[in-house]
């Protein structure tokens, strides 16, 4: 992720305010693609998708997990805590750490009640716990008496104040014991609460409290949020890149992430602040940590999920250079390595193996055929280059096998950048991951951006990109139509030119909308519901519609100048295994265009073809919790009449057709 806001933005937003608008479309353009001039392979993996835990995107997001600060070890032990004490009650809160139920994260709770009248604590969870009727929720904690025989009633608690389901726990054992219990909410609510209330004189101790949706993705327990990943895999995509991200490289080393911290047991996990919580004075976020419930296992198990290639990033020996850019000594980067090694046999060494056992003991014997690994994430300058060399060195000796993924710095086309790229040309990097948060008109007029690059060089991974409504770091950013359609005529560029471009991504990918730092986002959340933006469905209709190999496209009478949006964008490709030629163009003006569409080297056009069509009245529209469909595709058939044939599309549009040859 990107942090313009400390460096300034390096290119001028002022040219793009007053952006031409798309040239005048002469009467009736053609558009001609060449069926009998097949040019590049298309990477099966190429559209995929980017997490980072930003915008409370793990914990509060993905990771299911209802109670925040479950463990009592935020620096202010009653973070997302509060006391319940009506004024007859008399009792006593105290956080200790003697005696812990795991000295990985001591601190617990003790709650003394004398009995006069209902004590306890309230949690809230992440800006409201989200509870849905007929649904079945998990509720433990580990518990222990210390003395009297109190009665603890587990309540869930409307927004309202009404009661939504009620269990008691008795008979408490006097040592650390796992207790558990069921709840059913009698009513849907968005902003619900967890209740733990003493009756009758006694003391417990209470740490790990825990509230968990029965219904999680694959019905896994303490698992991903089942309505999140689907919205993954219905992007069917190729990749995923986790964790991140800045949190890969941390504000300073002591903060990075370190990926063997995520694989032990989930209570030994120890709690990270995350780098997001501090960095943003217009979005402060003090009560964000990372818990790691989510961690590289479930990361990889996912992937497995929703068929999708791991991609993970790990720190290089860099802190974060927009924060302390803090560097390991070259002499002492050898523990960095063999994390490195040691994540590739996690990843796919047999489970007899020393890390290939640790996957095997968490649930999964087999491999994940990891392919990929990125070294640090976008980093620049020579400290850099050093430190990505070394790697290089052992990881292609020991690892061949593994493509890697380097750096190219935080913008598309400055110093940074082109500093970067000869000097990884000549080090024959694997893959160059670029990023690029920029206004609409930047992506509209790079669409040829790739098509001058060196062909036998190193490949091209976007990895990071989103247009920006208003400016790059803007709260005031929305994921409209425009910057959808920007997307969309910016990835046939990609598509084009697929022998370079191996893989792109958007970001970021998820945002809770009561918890956000960075906006756009991909797919917004909240306590329970979840929707996709325009740019969702513009990555949706790119991966669904991949095809296997690039076909040339001839746009005659759709042409401006190259500082312009183009009254047409336009990419196609054909399926190998259906035969079918897939056209994908993007009309950005505020008018219908009709085309006239002819396929060259074909023959005859079978009679049974398909549109999905992306359109809106205005520019600015955009979808929402409450109509979180307003702009998506819209799916027919039709029937060419032969070639050329008349197409018309609609203003401000992106559409997708798929041709079946007779």
């Known amino acids: 992720m990107k942090k313009l806001f400390l460096l300034g933005f390096v290119a001028s937003l002022a040219d793009c305010v007053a952006a031409p608008p798309p040239a005048a479309t002469p009467a009736s353009p053609t558009l001609t693609i060449q069926t009998d001039r097949p040019g590049a392979d298309i990477n099966p993996a190429m559209w995929g998708i980017f997490f980072e835990d930003i915008n409370f995107g793990a914990d509060g997001g993905l990771y299911a997990e209802l109670v925040k600060n479950r463990g009592f070890e935020f620096p202010d032990p009653m973070t997302g805590w509060m006391k319940i004490s009506p004024s007859l009650a008399q009792g006593e ?97 968005p902003n619900a609460r967890l209740d733990l209330i003493m009756e009758g004189r006694g003391t417990v101790d209470c740490d790990l409290i825990s509230l968990f949706p029965r219904h999680t993705w694959k019905n896994r327990p303490g698992g991903l949020r089942a309505d999140m990943v689907q919205m993954l895999a219905d992007l069917k995509p190729g990749f995923m890149r986790f964790p991140g991200g800045c949190i890969v490289e941390g504000s300073q080393l002591d903060r990075r992430y370190q990926w063997k911290n995520t694989i032990l047991p989930v209570p030994d996990r120890k709690l990270l602040v995350n780098r997001w919580n501090y960095e943003f004075e217009h979005r402060p976020t003090p009560d964000y940590f990372q818990s790691f419930g989510l961690g590289f296992y479930e990361f990889f198990q996912l992937c497995e999920d929703i068929g999708a290639q791991p991609l993970p990033i790990l720190n290089c020996g860099m802190a974060c250079q927009f924060n302390s850019g803090e ?66 060195k052992v990881l292609k000796t020991q690892h061949p ?35 690029c948060y920029d206004h609409p008109l930047w992506f509209f007029t790079n669409t040829a951006r790739y098509d001058h690059y060196d062909r036998n060089g190193p490949k091209v991974f976007m990895g990071e990109y989103a247009a920006q409504s208003v400016d790059v770091v803007s709260p005031k950013n929305r994921n409209n139509l425009e910057c959808a ?36 986002d991909l797919i917004w959340v909240d306590c329970l519901r979840v929707y996709g933006t325009p740019s969702y469905y513009v990555q ?33 490709a054909r ?52 109509d979180p469909r307003k702009i998506s595709p819209v799916q027919s058939q039709f029937h060419p009449p032969g070639s050329p044939f008349p197409w018309t599309f609609p203003p401000h549009s992106f559409t997708v057709l798929r041709l079946k040859p007779e």
Not at 99 to 108: E, G, K, L, R, V
Not at 142 to 149: N, P
Not at 504 to 517: D, E, I, K, T, V
Not at 541 to 564: C, H, I, K, M, Y
């Open 401 to 435: 096998e593994i493509m890697l993924v380097t750096d190219s710095g935080p913008s598309p086309a400055d110093d940074r950048f082109n500093f970067l790229w000869p000097k990884l040309r000549e080090l024959r990097a694997d893959i160059v991951d670029e990023h």
């Open 575 to 626: 399926d190998g295994q259906t035969r079918e030629i897939i056209l994908k163009v993007v009309n950005p003006g505020a008018a219908a265009t009709a085309a006239q569409i002819a396929l060259a080297g074909l023959a005859k056009i079978g009679l049974d073809a398909t549109s999905a069509v992306l359109a809106g009245a205005s520019l600015s529209d955009a979808n929402s919790f409450d």
């Open 485 to 520: 359609l920007a997307e969309a005529a910016w990835l046939t560029g990609l598509e084009r030119n697929a022998d370079v471009v191996r893989m792109a991504s958007y970001a970021p990918l998820f945002a809770n909308a009561g918890a956000w730092q960075w906006t756009p």
């Open 93 to 189: 809160l105290s956080i200790r750490d003697e005696d812990a139920f795991d000295p990985a994260n001591p601190h617990y709770v003790r709650i003394h009640s004398e009995g006069k009248a209902h004590f306890g604590i309230s949690n809230q969870g992440f800006r409201g716990i989200g509870l849905h009727e007929g649904e079945t929720y998990d509720f433990s904690a580990q518990i222990r008496l210390l003395d009297g025989s109190p009665r603890l009633n587990i309540n869930l608690v409307g927004g309202d104040g009404t009661m939504l389901a009620s269990v008691s726990l008795t008979n408490f054992p006097s040592r650390w014991e796992k207790i558990a219990a069921e709840l059913h909410p009698k009513a849907t609510d």
């Open 540 to 572: 949706q209709l790119f991966s669904r519609n991949r095809g296997d190999t690039v076909l040339p496209v001839e746009l005659r009478g759709a042409v401006a100048p190259p500082s312009q949006i183009q009254p047409l964008y336009a990419s196609a």
């Open 327 to 392: 560097l390991v000594p070259l002499a002492e980067l050898q523990p960095y390595i063999q994390d490195a090694l040691d994540l590739i046999e996690f990843a796919n060494g047999p489970a007899g193996s020393v890390w290939g056992a640790k996957r095997a003991a968490l649930g999964h014997p087999a491999p994940f055929n990891m392919k990929m690994m990125g070294v640090g994430n976008e980093q620049w300058g020579p400290q850099y280059l050093e430190r990505y060399a070394a790697f290089a």
